[in-house]
């Protein structure tokens, strides 16, 4: 356990609005992630944090935007939201390497209507 | 596009029977990750392997990465109800912190 909280744990919302998800972490790792999760296609990197002000995109990056103010939080901000981005969003963070143990929050459920 | 394809996408078992998961792809990896998730929470590390061909045992769950490190497996010996879940393979390349998860492998091991 990383010490990672994810916020909020639930949202509803409707299509054409902002929402912005929060990831809150304890341990002062470097790598912070954001992903998503979807039945049949695993998990997959929407975008990445290698330190404070630098991120980078990951393989679904579209309609996502992200920022890192601060070493401890991430932010997950979809711009518009549309009905496909309904998903189960689950931010990561890692200590130095790529071999080392990422680590998982709880999740975000999101439902865009 | 970099792939990871696990096979099964699903399986359902007697406690005490064996079983292997396999996660194959066409790019090399430099690591591969393991991973089990329980419903309603996020993934939880089980191994990491960097050496093609290295074999890693935790408990009775063996996990194996190919010797061209393309591909890896999971083999459970005597599966007890307690993993059932969810398995994911992971795999980065040289040089980069971006991972590529597998779609994953349901596992139900019936009591």
């Known amino acids: 356990d990383a010490g990672i909280t994810q916020s909020p744990r639930h949202k509803v919302t409707e299509t054409g609005t902002p929402v912005t998800l929060r990831c809150h972490q304890t341990?002062?790792?470097?790598?912070m992630y954001w992903y998503r999760q979807d039945p049949g296609h695993g998990l997959r990197l929407i975008h990445y944090s290698y330190g404070v002000k630098d991120t980078d995109k990951g393989e679904v990056s579209d309609g996502y935007s992200v920022s890192r103010s601060k070493t401890e939080d991430f932010l997950l901000t979809l711009e518009s939201a549309t009905s496909s981005q309904t998903s189960v969003y689950f931010c990561?963070?890692?200590?130095?390497?790529?071999?080392?143990?990422?680590?998982f929050g709880p999740g975000t459920r999101l439902t865009v209507l | 596009t970099q792939l990871l394809e696990q096979s099964p996408q699903f399986l359902s078992i007697q406690e005490g029977e064996n079983l292997t998961v396999y996660c194959n792809s066409s790019s090399v990896f430099s690591s591969l990750q393991w991973y089990r998730q329980e419903p309603g929470e996020g993934p939880v590390l089980l191994v990491t392997?960097?050496?093609?061909?290295e074999v890693k045992k935790l408990k009775r769950l063996t996990f194996q990465f190919g010797d061209a490190r393309k591909d890896s497996s999971l083999h459970i010996t005597a599966a007890q109800p307690g993993d059932t879940g969810l398995y994911l393979c992971a795999g980065t390349t040289s040089g980069t912190y971006k991972y590529i998860f597998g779609t994953g492998t349901r596992l139900k091991v019936l009591a």
């Open positions: 392997v960097v050496t093609g061909g």
């Open positions: 990561a963070t890692q200590q130095g390497t790529s071999t080392d143990t990422q680590y």
């Open positions: 341990e002062n790792h470097r790598y």
